[in-house]
């Protein structure tokens, strides 16, 4: 009989891992993107920023920090008093706007993917357990959850970053530790539907311990909207560090943030409205970006998408 639940279980689940693996090359993923134009904009942009945050030294014109009380406030390049020298033209200090921007990068999306994976972690952790174990252990952690939401996030986030000195560890830990609820309970709703299905009731009968259904089983049927999750966070957290560095909570000089820029910018936008709409747009493109390529992967990795797609399964 045990023989017979394994094999009922393994040919219930199997032809599905064997569709999402011979599937999922990267061949297939490249002709799936191709066929999405919003998912090829979306990576398109989010390759471009990578790439120049990671070889942002490398192409930056000028220093961003370097003050140039001679050429300040200078217009875009195109502009009548504008040199090609300074693309985007240059702030209130006479710093290269375009350089700015470049080295921004990277701060947003330091900040934005690794409090995102702070987050999603303890957000996994909490949700798996709250829904695969339920009972009491639902009830306490559930408690917790419901005890951060009552708490505006951005609240909390003000007061731990006026009581300890902002930086980009600081942003990274405070939104993660505040960011992790919304995880909590998109994983708990998943691991509640996906335990009830016949292959984890079939491993509970032939004696699978709990961390092996959890490891084999949970997991990787909730992934998929963990990584979606987790894709669209990261643009929401890019704007709230943004906005924090507006308020002049976040990254401090002479560290670069396109938060900050706005801020260099707010008292200029009647003479010089370069010195802001060259950082807004910056963080425009590429939080739309980043939904864009969330988006697309929400399509791809639903398998309800999946399987209407191949005429039903």
Request: aromatic content about 10%; some cysteine.
């Amino acid at each position: 009989m045990q023989g017979n639940a394994e094999a009922k279980t393994v040919g219930g689940i199997r032809p599905t891992v064997r569709k999402v693996k011979a599937s999922g090359g990267f061949k297939r993923w490249c002709r799936l993107l191709l066929q999405s134009k919003t998912g090829t904009v979306g990576f398109i942009i989010v390759l471009i920023v990578v790439l120049v945050a990671i070889f942002a030294d490398l192409i930056v014109p000028h220093d961003p920090a370097e003050n140039n009380l001679s050429g300040m406030l200078l217009p875009p390049f195109w502009m009548d008093g504008g040199s090609t020298s300074y693309l985007l033209g240059t702030d209130n200090l006479g710093r290269d706007i375009f350089s700015r921007i470049i080295v921004g990068t990277r701060v947003s999306l330091l900040v934005g993917i690794f409090s995102v994976v702070l987050a999603g972690i303890i957000g996994l952790l909490v949700g798996v357990a709250a829904g695969y174990y339920g009972k009491w252990v639902d009830t306490i952690l559930m408690r917790i959850v419901d005890s951060f939401l009552a708490i505006p996030s951005i609240l909390f986030i003000l007061v731990v970053l006026a009581v300890f000195e902002p930086s980009i560890m600081t942003l990274i830990v405070v939104i993660g530790l505040t960011n992790w609820v919304s995880y909590a309970r998109v994983v708990r709703s998943e691991v509640l539907s996906v335990k009830e299905r016949d292959f984890v009731r079939a491993s509970h009968s032939i004696g699978t311990k709990n961390t092996t259904i959890i490891k084999k089983h949970i997991v990787p049927n909730i992934i998929s909207s963990f990584i979606v999750i987790s894709a669209l966070s990261v643009a929401t957290t890019i704007i709230l560090e943004a906005s924090l560095s507006f308020l002049g909570l976040g990254i401090q000089p002479p560290d670069v943030s396109w938060g900050a820029m706005l801020t260099d910018g707010r008292n200029y936008l009647a003479t010089n409205w370069w010195i802001a709409t060259f950082p807004g747009i910056a963080i425009t493109i590429t939080v739309l970006g980043i939904i864009f390529l969330g988006d697309w992967l929400r399509d791809v990795l639903d398998p309800r998408n999946y399987f209407s797609k191949k005429g039903g399964a």
